[in-house]
T-cell receptor, first 112, second 114 residues
Framework: GGIITQTPKFLIGQEGQKLTLKCQQN?????MYWYRQDSGKGLRLIYY???????QKGDLSEGYDASREKKSSFSLTVTSAQKNEMAVFLC???????????FGKGTRLTVV | GDSVTQKQGQVTLSEDDFLFINCTYS??????LFWYVQYPGQGPQLLLK?????NKGISRGFEATYDKGTTSFHLQKASVQESDSAVYFC?????????????FGHGTILRVHP
C-alpha cells in the first residue's frame, strides 16, 4: 500500500497572503489532483497533473497555482487568500483513468 | 457537462435500520460510478465501484446498482451500525478518460444512533 501526506494539516493565513500547500505520495501514481471541500458542496477539482511537469486546470482554478516538479509531489498555491475560500483542501492520486483515486487527510485553511 | 445529484444532505438512523442514499447522475458518456466514504478527520476512501460491465457493486455490506434507465446509483445497506456514521459521496468518471478526474455529488451525512 501507499500513503498520501499533506502538509501542513492546519494553515492559518491573513487575507491577501500567498499560501502554499504541499502533497507527497508514495504510490508511484502518475496522476495527482487537488480538490477543495466546502461544507455541503462536495469536492470540486482545482488542478490536476497527469505526469511530472504537467498541469491541467479544473473547475475551480481561478485564484490558485499548482506545481508538479516531481512525480511524487504536487503543491498548490493560494495566490491571494480570501476569507470566502476557507475550506479543506484534499490532495489525491491515481494510476489513471477509471481507477480508484486515493486521498490524503487534507489541509484545513483558515483566513483571518 | 457531467453532474451528480445527492438529494439528501443528512440521514439519521438507529442501529439495524435500513439505509438508502439517493444518487442520480447526468452525463453524455458511459460513466464508471463510485461511492466514497469519508470518516471524521480523514480523506474520502473508496467504498465501491461499478462499471457498465458489472452493474452492481457490493462492499462491507453496502451495495449499489447502476441503473442506466433511471440514471441512478443509489446506495443501500440492510442494517447500519454506529460505525457507519460518516459522509458518503457519489461520484462518476468518464470511463474512457485518461485520468481519474471525478465529478462528485455534494455528499450525504449519515448519523447512526446506538
Amino acid at each position: 500500500g501507499g500513503i498520501i501526506t499533506q502538509t501542513p494539516k492546519f494553515l492559518i493565513g491573513q487575507e491577501g497572503q500567498k499560501l502554499t500547500l504541499k502533497c507527497q505520495q508514495n504510490f508511484n501514481h502518475d496522476t495527482m489532483y487537488w480538490y477543495r471541500q466546502d461544507s455541503g458542496k462536495g469536492l470540486r477539482l482545482i488542478y490536476y497533473s497527469i505526469t511530472e511537469n504537467d498541469l491541467q486546470k479544473g473547475d475551480l482554478s481561478e485564484g490558485y497555482d499548482a506545481s508538479r516538479e516531481k512525480k511524487s509531489s504536487f503543491s498548490l498555491t493560494v495566490t491571494s487568500a480570501q476569507k470566502n475560500e476557507m475550506a479543506v483542501f484534499l490532495c489525491a492520486s491515481s494510476i489513471g483513468g477509471g481507477t480508484e483515486v486515493f486521498f490524503g487527510k487534507g489541509t484545513r485553511l483558515t483566513v483571518v | 457537462g457531467d453532474s451528480v445529484t445527492q438529494k439528501q444532505g443528512q440521514v439519521t438512523l438507529s442501529e439495524d435500520d435500513f439505509l438508502f442514499i439517493n444518487c442520480t447522475y447526468s452525463t453524455t458518456t458511459y460513466p464508471t460510478l463510485f461511492w466514497y466514504v469519508q470518516y471524521p478527520g480523514q480523506g474520502p476512501q473508496l467504498l465501491l465501484k461499478v462499471t457498465t460491465a458489472n452493474n452492481k457493486g457490493i462492499s462491507r455490506g453496502f451495495e449499489a446498482t447502476y441503473d442506466k434507465g433511471t440514471t441512478s446509483f443509489h446506495l443501500q445497506k440492510a442494517s447500519v451500525q454506529e460505525s457507519d456514521s460518516a459522509v458518503y459521496f457519489c461520484a462518476l468518471v468518464y470511463t474512457g478518460a485518461n485520468t481519474g478526474k471525478l465529478t462528485f455529488g455534494h455528499g450525504t451525512i449519515l448519523r447512526v444512533h446506538p
